[in-house]
């Protein structure tokens, strides 16, 4: 189980507060461009909480000399595995020739994973859609998988889609081009002796464990962003560990606490850190007043422990009216 590399979502203070919810599932960064990690602040894109561990780093790019570097550096910060983004469909990823693009180059991919190989001892994995464009044949992303494992990649995180290069957004490419599973276990049948990991669209315990059965383990992304109660489960369901006693007074208070030496620290605002964790009420009476506590910028000149007050008292209050009889 792991928690997909989400592009302005998944930062340290969102890891953080998904490390509250489940011990075990793997976390990723969002995606990090090589070169920024070289030359634009290597404290500032690799920096991490020692409590979100396990975590993996995400990087982008397509000069195995650059990617080589920035893997030695996230090794050296801590993380456990250094991940390659080869499914990103947006337009200046393009222009920057990595991403989804990079697919239609096994051959630099190769390179860039046997360059990063060599300089880390972690594990060096890959995330790529199942084809680039509107041609769903198999051949193409099979030959890819078989060029990049030929390189020694081991496991390959495959979010699900192909991925339109043109007339869609990224986040249209998130929803519009279809799922199709049965391509990742295919690969699992053609590849057994690797690792294959599905995203895409994985919103439910029922779905997760039918997943399970045919590959290595699963990737959640915005169900798990949205719904981030449901990874207090996981740990429980998925790694046989002892039903979590979390309640969501509590992991509220504890992200309180965080928010109060993340300003200390750094004098990082709350509402940076208050964001990932609006969907943490999601399904629960007074939610919607109790989010927009959180997301009152008219707010952030408060204490977080002043907003939390609100936050609270809002939530009781709706909770209150609903109690009542009609």
Same mark, same amino acid.
């Given at each position: ?41 290597? @404290?500032?894109?690799? &920096?991490?909480? #020692? ?7 995400? $990087?982008? *790019?397509?000069?195995? /000399? =650059?990617?080589a570097q920035a893997a030695r550096l996230g090794e050296r910060f801590g993380y456990r595995e250094i991940n390659l983004n080869c499914g990103c ?92 599973? @049965?391509?990742?276990? &295919?690969?699992? #049948? ?7 990991? $599905?995203? *895409?669209?994985?919103? /439910? =315990? ?121």
């Amino acid at each position: 189980m792991s928690v997909a590399p989400m592009m302005d979502w998944t930062d340290r203070h969102c890891r953080y507060f998904h490390r509250l919810l489940t011990q075990h599932a793997l976390l990723y960064t969002e995606m990090v461009n090589a070169g920024a990690v070289l030359h634009g602040g290597t @404290e500032r894109h690799l &920096r991490f909480n #020692a409590e979100e561990q396990p975590v993996a780093l995400q $990087l982008g *790019g397509c000069d195995p /000399s =650059d990617l080589a570097q920035a893997a030695r550096l996230g090794e050296r910060f801590g993380y456990r595995e250094i991940n390659l983004n080869c499914g990103c469909p947006s337009e200046r990823v393009q222009r920057g020739a990595f991403g989804a693009s990079l697919m239609n180059e096994p051959q630099l991919v190769a390179d860039c994973v046997k360059a990063m190989r060599d300089a880390v001892d972690v594990p060096v994995t890959v995330k790529h859609r199942i084809g680039v464009g509107r041609d769903e044949g198999y051949a193409f992303v099979r030959d890819f998988v078989g060029q990049v494992a030929d390189a020694g990649c081991e496991v390959f995180l495959v979010h699900a889609r192909n991925a339109w290069l043109e007339g869609l957004s990224p986040k249209q490419n998130r929803e519009i081009p279809p799922l199709r599973y @049965e391509v990742a276990h &295919r690969l699992k #049948a053609d590849f057994p002796q690797h690792v294959f990991v $599905l995203n *895409g669209g994985l919103a /439910s =315990d029922e779905t997760v464990r039918a997943q399970l059965a045919l590959l290595d383990g699963v990737m959640v992304g915005r169900e798990a962003y949205h719904n981030p109660w449901w990874l207090a489960r996981w740990d429980a369901l998925y790694f046989a560990a002892a039903p979590q006693t979390l309640e969501r007074d509590g992991v509220e208070e504890a992200m309180v606490r965080y928010m109060e030496r993340e300003q200390a620290r750094y004098g990082t605002p709350w509402p940076a850190i208050a964001r990932h964790m609006l969907g943490l009420r999601h399904g629960q009476r007074g939610a919607r007043l109790w989010r927009q506590v959180w997301s009152d910028h008219h707010l952030k000149d408060l204490p977080p422990r002043a907003v939390l007050a609100r936050a609270q008292a809002a939530l009781q209050s709706a909770q209150a009216l609903d109690d009542q009889p009609a």
